[in-house]
């Protein structure tokens, strides 16, 4: 006889253990579940679980995947223990399950631990309506990988998914697999896009739905301007911050401390003179103003949102340099000498390091050396006009020209002996110790003679300047007047001193009896040398003397530069 409802052991006697189930009979859809009770009376609540034919017959413990399975889930409030059945994911053919319209038949068994006592209750297994789950699909966007699952449930596994109407946007495709339909892919194309999925279950004949559905695929908003160019202190100011992609109109924000509500920098930071631009929605924002002080301006955070459905938006930082005007502080050069060896640094401030100069104008022999300075030793005499260019590290670049002149004078020549001692006049004149030809190597000591002409009581005035000239020299002059055979004349008056090394008292300090020797102006501070000479002989009556300059070290360099400035000559 089929069990096809409850079916329960014959009526026991007082005193003897009953067990029943509830609900006597369930519908369980595939892959659905459904939770029975069973209730002991007259032994320990202790069962075990089966699932059998629709006869209670041929059970197997815990079911399988075939028939279902059922699993103990624990207790209720009475202690009765309860049961959870899982119908199996297709229809189980017979004589595992009896036909039945619809689905087909079988039973679960309750058994108690002690004893033979057992419960059954019927389990009508059946197809339920195949119906897609997934009603709608999300926005996908130009250009970036898209994936989604369609679902469905009912019906009997596995499913065949198609497009039946419509199209997926281009690079989409849709692969069907037995519970899901994947669309995936990365779209090349922006646009709306309709289309109609059917999806069909195992069934003979099978079961069917279709679902419509609208994806819409928008252009990606990025990023646009990823750097602001560089300003500079009380100087206007206009840049534009863009984003790329995305659906027009667009509204902008910034929402850090640099700028307030209204998009105006705060005061007291580099950021006090500028302005966003947040008014109406606006293709781009605008930067613009006149920068108060000099620094950084940021990093501020830029937020942009478009028009699309759902909104993207974009955030990103920016940061302004607001440097001060490049100035060059170099306005002016100093003189210098046909021949001699000519060195200037090259000055600027305020920009942004580093600095790049450029020089034109420069006399042949002069260069830009190390891009900072002018050196070299200049060939020719004359004045040049020369114009001094620097560009800062900006973007874009500051670029400041100054106009500057040099006036070489001729060269003295070489003349390190009294037979070669260079004619001079009153006059100033730039000379080194030693001659730029002479080579590194040669040995001893250079020294220089001038040959001045001066009337019998005439005073002579002869300044040898190294450390007051600019840049000033190393050298450590000394200086002597003497004859033609060599010796020192003794009507010379000496700044301080007698003799102008050792710095003896001087007695007389106005009167030209001093030996024509002087080291120092001021001995052991100012290192520079200076004699006044009396022309010594019958009045009215030219002489010829000799001029002798030399390094109190004994050194000889080009690099010993001077000054030798003559007054008081014919």
Not at 134 to 145: D, E, I, K, L
Not at 245 to 253: E, I, L, Q, S
Not at 539 to 557: E, I, K, N, Q, S
Request: hydrophobic share 35%.
């Amino acid at each position: 006889m089929g069990l096809l409802g409850l079916l329960v052991c014959p009526s026991a006697a007082a005193g003897q253990a009953t067990i029943t189930l509830s609900p006597a009979s369930a519908v369980v859809p595939l892959r659905k579940t459904q939770t029975f009770t069973a209730e002991v009376v007259g032994a320990p609540k202790i069962v075990y679980w089966s699932v059998c034919d629709a006869n209670g017959k041929n059970c197997i413990s815990g079911g399988n995947s075939k028939r279902g399975t059922i699993v103990d889930i624990g207790a209720d409030a009475n202690g009765n223990r309860l049961g959870r059945y899982e119908a199996p994911t297709a229809v189980p053919n017979p004589p595992a399950c009896a036909p039945a319209n619809p689905g087909c038949q079988l039973t679960v068994r309750a058994k108690l631990a002690s004893g033979k006592k057992k419960a059954f209750a019927s389990v009508t297994v059946i197809i339920p309506p195949l119906t897609i789950t997934t009603t709608s699909v999300p926005v996908a966007y130009r250009g970036q990988y898209y994936a989604v699952g369609v679902f469905a449930e009912g019906g009997n596994y596995s499913y065949t998914w198609t497009i039946t109407e419509g199209g997926l946007p281009p690079g989409l495709a849709l692969t069907s697999q037995p519970t899901v339909a994947l669309i995936s892919g990365t779209p090349t194309a922006a646009g709306t896009f309709d289309f109609t999925i059917q999806v069909e279950d195992s069934e003979s004949p099978p079961q069917s739905d279709t679902q419509a559905y609208t994806l819409q695929v928008n252009v990606d908003l990025r990023t646009g301007t990823s750097g602001l160019d560089d300003s500079v202190r009380g100087r206007s100011y206009t840049e534009h911050v863009d984003v790329s992609g995305g659906t027009a109109p667009f509204t902008w924000t910034e929402p850090t401390a640099f700028f307030d509500a209204a998009g105006a920098g705060v005061p007291g930071t580099p950021c006090e003179g500028l302005e966003l631009g947040f008014a109406g929605s606006l293709a781009s924002l605008n930067v613009s103003g006149n920068p108060v002080s000099s620094g950084m301006c940021g990093p501020f955070t830029i937020r942009a949102s478009d028009s699309s459905t759902p909104p993207q938006a974009v955030s990103w930082p920016l940061y302004i340099r607001v440097a001060e005007p490049l100035v060059i502080n170099t306005t002016s050069l100093p003189d210098g000498a046909q021949g001699f060896p000519y060195t200037v640094p090259l000055e600027v401030s305020g920009g942004i390091p580093a600095y790049l100069w450029s020089v034109s104008g420069l006399p042949d022999g002069l260069i830009l050396w190390m891009n900072d300075a002018i050196s070299g030793v200049p060939t020719v005499p004359g004045t040049f006009d020369i114009t001094l260019q620097v560009r800062d590290f900006a973007f874009p670049s500051q670029i400041v020209q100054q106009a500057v002149s040099l006036a070489l004078a001729p060269g003295l020549g070489r003349n390190d002996t009294i037979a070669k001692a260079t004619p001079l006049p009153n006059g100033s004149w730039l000379a080194s110790i030693s001659p730029f030809a002479d080579p590194p190597e040669t040995p001893g000591p250079d020294t220089d003679y001038y040959k001045i002409t001066a009337n019998a009581g005439n005073t002579v005035t002869v300044v040898i300047s190294a450390e007051q000239i600019s840049p000033d020299s190393p050298m450590d002059p000394v200086l002597e007047i003497v004859n033609a055979e060599g010796v020192r004349y003794t009507t010379c008056r000496n700044p301080g001193t007698d003799d102008g090394v050792t710095g003896a008292p001087d007695t007389t300090p106005t009167a030209f009896d001093d030996v024509c020797l002087n080291d120092d102006i001021t001995l052991g501070e100012l290192m520079d040398s200076k004699l006044e000479f009396q022309v010594p002989g019958p009045p009215a009556t030219p002489l010829t003397f000799y001029v002798h300059v030399l390094d109190f070290r004994g050194d000889a360099r080009p690099d010993l530069r001077y000054r030798i400035s003559v007054s008081g000559a014919n």
